[in-house]
């Protein structure tokens, strides 16, 4: 029998670093990252990128999207694997997973801890990833996430430690996975900011975002989505400008509910226009947004999309 084809996409990040006098740096090619031996499995590996993935722009993380399915465009490929930059994994991996039509796994994996540290862990993932995207067992399971011994999905999933080899969560294990049903677009992505809230933070923030065009807006929220009288004031004008705004939480664990009132509450934000995130965090909502928006989703549309990310 042959072997299963997979591909290794390798964009940079700490699994190719090593350690100069300018700190870690991406040197190792996808040829270098190969793992010793999988069985059954043929790595085709692919240099897309080389960068840390803190400095990852969204062009480039669209880029990664669009390498994916052309190697899904090879029929004989099995899987795929990506490797990246554990600071930024939880964006690009959520992306993949809502174009992710295709039934066939695609695997992220990455790394705490460059090459030539006695900890290195990119090796020992990157093996565990190639087996996974193989497995014809993981087809169906939208964009998975390898590292540190454990296998998550994409959807909720959070980074939790800097140091930890276990350095990712999910707020929940089974979110459900809708899909944005069109191709996956080639323009200029739409740009959505992620503003935090915290006591005396300034409403201009949301002023300044509509101001400087942002097509969209994402507000990480104290508690279940709670803030300040202030900034639902700021929603309700960035509404009447068309610039549509999604209301999560700065909590890692736990569902965000529209509950509290008081002119600053999830109601209030709710009735001002905002879209109440239920599971997916800051980072992956404004991914969302921007995939959303880039692709020409309505306020309604967008709004279904988010009450259909969470579990019934």
């Known amino acids: 029998m042959s072997p299963q084809q997979v591909v290794m996409i390798t964009t940079g990040g700490t699994a190719a670093s090593r350690t100069t006098d300018d700190g870690a740096v991406p040197v190792l090619h996808a040829a270098d990252l190969l793992p010793d031996s999988v069985d059954d499995v043929l790595v085709r590996p692919v240099d897309l990128m080389s960068v840390d993935s803190s400095a990852m722009t969204v062009r480039e993380q669209f880029a ?3 390498a994916i399915a052309d190697a899904l465009d090879d029929p004989e490929v099995a899987g795929v694997v990506v490797t990246h930059g ?54 169906g399971r939208g964009v998975l996430v390898a590292l540190g011994g454990r296998v998550l999905g994409a959807r909720g999933l959070f980074k939790v430690s800097t140091t930890s080899i276990e350095a990712f969560d999910t707020v929940h294990p089974d979110l459900p996975r809708p899909l944005i049903p069109v191709s996956i677009p080639s323009g200029m992505p739409a740009r959505v900011d992620l503003l ?9 923030l949301i002023a300044a975002a509509v101001a400087q065009r942002a097509a ?28 549509p705004v999604v209301v999560t939480s700065r909590v890692p664990y736990g569902a965000v509910e529209a509950t509290y009132g008081g002119g600053g509450g999830g109601v209030d934000l709710a009735r001002a226009g905002a879209v109440i ?21 309505s306020r309604s549309e967008i709004a279904d999309f988010f009450a259909a990310s969470g579990p019934t």
Not at 93 to 111: E, K
Not at 231 to 243: D, F, K, P, S, W
């Open 64 to 66: 990664v999207i669009r």
């Open 86 to 139: 554990t600071d930024t994994l939880e964006e690009t991996a959520f992306l993949a997973d809502v174009f992710a039509a295709d039934p066939r796994p695609v695997v992220f994996t990455g790394a705490q801890y460059p090459v030539d540290h006695p900890r290195s862990d990119g090796p020992a993932n990157i093996a565990a990833a190639v087996a996974l995207a193989g497995d014809p067992d993981a087809r």
């Open 196 to 204: 935090a809230l915290y006591p005396g933070v300034s409403p201009g």
């Open 216 to 243: 969209g807006i994402v507000l990480s929220a104290t508690g279940s989505g709670n803030t300040h009288p202030d900034i639902t004031a700021e929603v309700a004008l960035a509404q009447q400008r068309n610039v």
């Open 277 to 297: 995130s239920p599971w997916l965090r800051g980072p992956q909502a404004r991914m969302a947004m921007i995939a959303l928006l880039t692709t020409g989703a």
